[in-house]
């Protein structure tokens, strides 16, 4: 029987066998600043035809859970996994180009360790930690959608929305 030692993961070691990214404490280009913090298209994974991009997005706690913000996609959904901690995630359906999502939003608490996929047209963004300071997701999608295929829009005054501390039954 043959005994082998292990190396530490490198770049450079590892570089003939593929690509790694921390997501917990991700290095690199990043858009945006805290409370959020989008590290893009860290580790690429070839699937057919395809390219999955793997990006994290640190989202830290806001003083107030207001939502003003929501984009889209219109060719891909996009795949999350809250990894460290739970999450309140807001979504709205798809609707007409031109419409705005802000009276059909809904938020869903995300337990960490939950993988969300959205359709592609699905209103979404950053949203808020739940119960801790801080929340490392996991992002898959397509390589630059967020240069490529990302429709962004800003709510102002009365339709920015408050997000309370109260489970909806049903």
Request: proline share 6%.
């Amino acid at each position: 029987m043959r005994s082998v030692g292990y190396r530490k993961l490198t770049r450079d070691a590892f570089a003939p066998y593929g690509a790694f990214a921390s997501i917990m404490d991700p290095q690199g280009e990043k858009l945006g600043e805290p409370p959020v913090e989008f590290y893009r298209d860290m580790v690429q994974q070839y699937v057919g035809n395809s390219t999955v991009s793997y990006s994290a997005c640190v989202v830290r706690e806001k003083k107030e859970w207001i939502i003003d913000i929501a984009e889209y996609h219109d060719h891909t959904s996009e795949a999350i996994i809250c990894l460290d901690g739970d999450y309140l995630m807001h979504v709205a359906p798809a609707c007409p180009v031109g419409e705005e999502p802000w009276d059909s939003l809904e938020v869903f608490l995300v337990p960490k360790g939950t993988m969300v996929v959205t359709r592609p047209g699905v209103w979404h963004q950053a949203g808020f930690p739940y119960g801790c300071s801080e929340v490392h997701i996991l992002c898959a999608l397509p390589e630059r959608t967020y240069v490529n295929d990302c429709v962004v829009k800003t709510a102002a005054g009365d339709k920015r929305v408050r997000v309370i501390d109260e489970l909806i039954q049903g």
